[in-house]
């Protein structure tokens, strides 16, 4: 096992697991992305439909989580990835939908409910019909 305050790029694994068939990747690895100036920004997941692979860290998750809270979270940013996957951006319409830019901080994740909002919903239909 690598030390705990090793970080791993988002991008990497994305590309190293990518494969013809839609991959979801848990790790509790610490991962990052580079996110406009800074190089490596942690996040807690990070989907791409090209290359039809999601990667989860429980790394930020577990923080302070019972197992019932990791559990949660771990469900919010699974969907918020799927929705990445499906096409939608961030929502910028309602704070609660699980499309919010959760990527910050976890206290937006805890503050998410386990649903997309009407607007997201609709766009979802429409990418997806
Ligand atoms: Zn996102
Ligand atoms: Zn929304």
């Not at 791993?8 to 848990?26: G, P």
């Not at 979270?73 to 929502?91: A, D, N, P, T």
Request: aromatic share 8%; charged share 25%.
């Amino acid at each position: 096992m690598a030390k705990s305050k090793e970080r791993y790029s988002a991008d990497s694994i994305l590309k190293k697991f990518s494969n013809n068939n839609v991959t979801l990747v848990l790790t509790e690895k610490d991962i990052v992305t580079k996110k406009d100036d800074i190089d490596e920004y942690g996040v807690f997941g990070l989907g791409s439909s090209y290359f039809k692979t999601t990667v989860i860290s429980l790394f930020r998750l577990k923080r302070n989580a019972s197992p019932q809270l990791l559990k949660e979270r771990l469900q919010k940013v699974c969907i918020h990835e799927i929705g990445h996957y499906l096409g939608l951006s961030h929502c910028t319409k309602n704070s609660k939908c699980l499309m919010s830019a959760g990527h910050g901080t976890i206290k937006q994740v805890d503050q998410e409910e386990l649903i997309f909002c009407e607007n997201c919903k609709k766009l979802a239909d429409a990418y997806n019909n």
